[in-house]
């Protein structure tokens, strides 16, 4: 298997005297063992490509640096290099390593769709069925226009892929999307919530999607679900709000608006004054002061 791993430092949150006096001690322990781990596996790109570069001079034919050169160099966005080193890799150690694969991504980057396909072609002969490759197939078809191409290997990734990420299930809902496919594109996104449970990217794709069809009571049912799961509604119930009015059911909206600006007025002092709950409070004030100077009774007819 070919895997890149990162590691990465975060500082916790320092919430008392008792607990900063335990990270003083504890930094140069930490520093002590990591930092000559992240100073080879982790540092910026271009020093471990001089690195890499270094080692490939005193061994031009290890075939397993210029590999290591070669996705480095593709991380980087060094398409062409990689491309070189890939093709030399070919030449030490035909079919030890996955060349087509990281060819097909580095091509794409490169802006050469065609030889991309190319390639990822010979890796799928290999490997049929690898979500990945599919992936990157799919995107290539798109940039030579070759749309039913494009949905064939988009479909058979997500069938394909064991865990699929929700970047891929908003992928493949886009580029269904865009093909006038609204409904399975809303089937794949519903599919992904299925399957990995409710995602905010997810259901706000889907929500949009339902707005752009004009189908704005399954969009208000998605959003309602979303407010009831989300850890904090108000988000949710601002979206509500401003959707009721673009549906063009203002009357509904102002009624939504007030219940949010109820609902931050009754929240304890530190969550009220918060950032984020002064930013929906002034927006539901906002709101409804637009709605006021649209003079809208409560005998408005519902759109």
């Known amino acids: 298997m070919w895997l890149s791993f990162r590691l990465r430092l975060s500082s916790p949150a320092q919430t008392n005297d008792n607990f900063r006096l335990v990270a003083r001690r504890m930094l140069p322990l930490l520093a002590a063992v990591l930092l000559?781990?992240?100073a080879w596996g982790h540092g910026p790109l271009h020093e471990r490509i001089a690195e890499l570069n270094a080692e490939v001079a005193k061994k031009p034919d290890d075939a397993e640096l210029r590999y290591q050169l070669a996705e480095i160099c593709y991380q980087h966005g060094d398409w062409e290099i990689a491309l070189t080193q890939l093709a030399r890799v070919d030449e030490l150690a035909?079919?030890?390593?996955p060349t087509d694969l990281l060819r097909g991504s580095a091509a794409?980057?490169?802006?050469?769709?065609?030889d991309?396909?190319?390639a990822l072609d010979r890796f799928i002969a290999k490997y049929p069925g690898n979500a990945k490759a599919l992936t990157l197939r799919a995107r290539?078809?798109?940039?030579?226009e070759k749309g039913e191409q494009?949905?064939?290997?988009?479909r058979a990734a997500l069938s394909g892929a064991t865990r699929p990420e929700p970047d891929l299930f908003c992928e493949v809902a886009d580029?269904?999307?865009f093909r006038g496919h609204t409904?399975?594109?809303?089937?794949?996104?519903?599919?992904?919530m299925a399957k990995l449970g409710t995602i905010p990217s997810l259901a706000l794709k889907a929500i949009a999607m339902e707005v752009t069809a004009k189908h704005f009571d399954a969009a208000l049912v998605r959003m309602d679900a979303m407010q009831k799961s989300a850890p904090r509604p108000e988000p949710w119930m601002a979206k509500r709000a401003a959707l009721l009015e673009q549906a063009g059911r203002k009357e509904e909206s102002r009624a939504a608006w007030e219940s949010l600006a109820t609902h931050l007025a009754a929240l304890p002092d530190n969550e009220r004054q918060s950032h984020a709950m002064s930013t929906l409070a002034e927006q539901s004030k906002a709101a409804l002061e637009k709605l006021k100077k649209l003079s809208i009774s409560p005998q408005t007819a519902l759109q």
């Open 36 to 38: 000559p781990v992240l």
């Open 94 to 97: 035909p079919g030890k390593f």
């Open 108 to 114: 794409l980057g490169a802006g050469k769709a065609g």
């Open 116 to 118: 991309a396909k190319e």
């Open 140 to 144: 290539a078809f798109e940039r030579l």
């Open 150 to 154: 494009c949905l064939e290997d988009y």
């Open 175 to 177: 580029a269904l999307a």
């Open 183 to 192: 409904d399975e594109a809303l089937r794949v996104l519903d599919a992904g």
